[in-house]
């Protein structure tokens, strides 16, 4: 079953339908398919072949891209029926702006030391944010940044909390209180190589989440 209240979990990086249906038996809120030729964890030639048909639908899908057309991102989300946008790359308010007419979209910002001076500026132009770490890759770097720093977040929108989260982190996501912490998004940690998924860690970072 989904959590209900409990914090909601988004597993990214998804690129073969043995992964699909393994994690999907996990039932998470939402599962990331990257569309960024750069990523080890890229879908884009392979997407026809994966067979999203599997994922229950309370999952949602959600297509990642990293400074992509308006075109190119219609096309997919259309095509694959792809309930979210997750924008990773440089995108401006206004582009995000007119992304929202044709999906939910959830704009990444990548943290280092403070949080970014920009975030007021996509309050009315996007569904969530995501606060990613910061790196020489646009996301799936592995790495994390201070948690401490979300404390400073007073926006209006939810925000996905990402970067470098392993299963031992569970217990400490679970103590962050901050009222517009929506999901935690999952990746780079749960793999045995990049790509490929370790069920067993992933197994046991949603019993982690769901035990008190």
Do not use: W
């Amino acid at each position: 079953m989904h959590r209900g209240k409990a914090m909601k979990i988004k597993v990214c990086g998804i690129t073969n339908n043995k992964d699909i249906a393994e994690i999907s038996a996990l039932k998470p809120d939402y599962l990331g398919f990257i569309f960024y030729p750069p990523s080890p964890r890229d879908v884009t030639n392979r997407i026809a072949s994966l067979d999203l048909s599997v994922i229950p639908k309370k999952t949602s899908k959600v297509a990642v891209f990293v400074n992509e057309s308006y075109d190119s991102i219609s096309k997919i989300i259309d095509r694959y029926g792809f309930e979210f946008v997750q924008l990773h790359g440089d995108e401006s308010p206004e582009f995000c702006n007119k992304l929202q007419r044709i999906s939910k979209i959830i704009k990444a910002f990548r943290i280092a030391d403070t949080l970014p001076k920009n975030l007021n500026e996509y309050q009315d132009t996007c569904d969530y944010l995501l606060f990613d770490s910061a790196g020489k890759n646009y996301g799936g770097n592995g790495i994390g940044f201070n948690h401490l720093l979300i404390n400073e977040y007073n926006g209006k929108l939810p925000f996905f909390l990402s970067g470098g989260i392993s299963v031992d982190d569970s217990s400490n996501v679970k103590t962050i209180t901050h009222k517009n912490l929506h999901a935690v998004d999952i990746n780079s940690k749960f793999e045995i190589e990049p790509g490929i998924k370790d069920m067993e860690k992933l197994k046991a970072f949603f019993n982690n989440m769901i035990s008190r």
